[in-house]
């Protein structure tokens, strides 16, 4: 199984923060890799696919980039709806693996 | 608009059996791959088992094979998660999602999830 390391386990921003979350993969993924933004009491959401493919009703604050095996996620300008836990997920391989997840917090 | 609403969950002794159910609507669901997706409580997310569309197709994370079987139903656009001999480590919230592209299920991810079903394991 492809294991996903993603770091941090927790942000403390403050609003209008930049903010960036990292996975890294145990091998290559070859940017089959989603993000999920997930609210307390809430199912996932998805943001992002494809390494940096926005979904439809994504805020342009929400990037992703990367290739290979390391990969990352950003929030510009965060705002107060964005506290939420977030995770990263590789496709490339079955079984599909998610990261242990980053919660973002307010300062 | 695409629905799924997850039903079955509730509480169980160690070493019986469950089963979960997700009714699906607003897509044609014998196009799409679909898969069960767990959470413990304040853990974070677990791929359990996918189907491919027409069911001829299966797979299962290491710690339920032999345990959990999914299936669907096209016609009643229904899938399904059977839980045997449940342990308290398979207590989670179980979430029912499909995948974002039609007939496939490897590179693949999944797009749209149901609320998720509490199912808790103790005795």
């Known amino acids: 199984d492809i294991q996903m390391t993603q770091s941090p386990p927790s942000l403390s921003a403050s609003l209008g923060d930049k903010v960036t979350v990292t996975c890294q993969a145990s091998q290559n993924i070859n940017k089959y890799i989603a993000w999920y933004q997930q609210k307390p009491g809430k199912a996932p959401r998805l943001l992002i696919r494809?390494?940096?493919t926005l979904e439809s009703g994504t805020p342009s604050r929400f990037s992703g980039s990367g290739s290979g095996r390391d990969y990352s996620f950003s929030i510009s300008n965060v705002e107060s709806e964005d506290i939420a836990s977030y995770y990263c997920l590789q496709f490339d391989n079955l079984p599909d693996t998610f990261g242990a997840g980053t919660k973002l917090e307010l300062k | 608009e695409v629905q799924l609403v997850e039903s079955g969950g509730g509480l169980v002794q160690p070493g019986r059996s469950m089963k979960l159910s997700c009714a699906a609507s607003?897509?044609?669901?014998?196009?799409?791959?679909m898969a069960w997706v767990r959470q413990a409580p304040t853990k974070g997310l677990e791929w359990v088992a996918i189907i491919s569309y027409d069911g001829s197709s299966t797979y299962y994370r290491d710690s339920v094979k032999g345990r959990f079987t999914i299936s669907r139903d096209n016609a009643k656009s229904t899938l399904y998660l059977q839980m045997n001999s449940l342990r308290s480590e398979d207590t989670a919230t179980y979430y029912c999602?499909?995948?974002?592209?039609?007939?496939?299920?490897?590179?693949?991810?999944?797009?749209?999830w149901g609320q998720g079903t509490l199912v808790t394991v103790s005795s």
């Open positions: 607003g897509f044609t669901f014998s196009n799409y791959g």
């Open positions: 999602t499909r995948l974002a592209m039609m007939v496939l299920i490897t590179s693949n991810w999944f797009a749209y």
């Open positions: 494809y390494t940096s």
